[in-house]
């Protein structure tokens, strides 16, 4: 048996997809551009573990956009709309987007 997607779960992964994002757009504010600063190895494990995660959570909501559609037999793209007004007007650092 499928496992069935609740629109609450849909959010969710995309709150997680949008915090895992902001921490990685705050390492690279933080370190400066990788072309124009060097960056420790420290530096660069912590930002390529970020990256990763957040790609992996990215691609875990759109996995689940996709299912959720289909469960619900409506157009992706009316579903994705749904999700990120249900996320909010606020991103991850609680600034107005």
């Known amino acids: 048996m499928a ?5 609450a779960e849909l959010v969710e992964k995309q709150r997680a997809a949008d915090e895992a994002h902001a921490r990685m757009r705050k390492l690279r504010d933080a370190y400066g551009p990788p072309t ?11 930002w390529e573990t970020a990256w990763r995660a957040w790609r992996d959570l990215a691609r875990d909501v759109q996995a689940a ?7 619900e037999d409506t157009p992706r793209q009316e579903i994705e709309a749904e999700v990120k ?13």
């Open 3 to 7: 496992h069935t997607i609740a629109f």
């Open 36 to 46: 124009q600063t060097k960056w420790s190895d420290q530096q660069t494990t912590t």
């Open 65 to 71: 956009l996709t299912a959720y559609a289909k469960q």
């Open 85 to 97: 007004e249900a996320v909010g007007r606020e991103d991850p650092d609680g600034n107005e987007r």
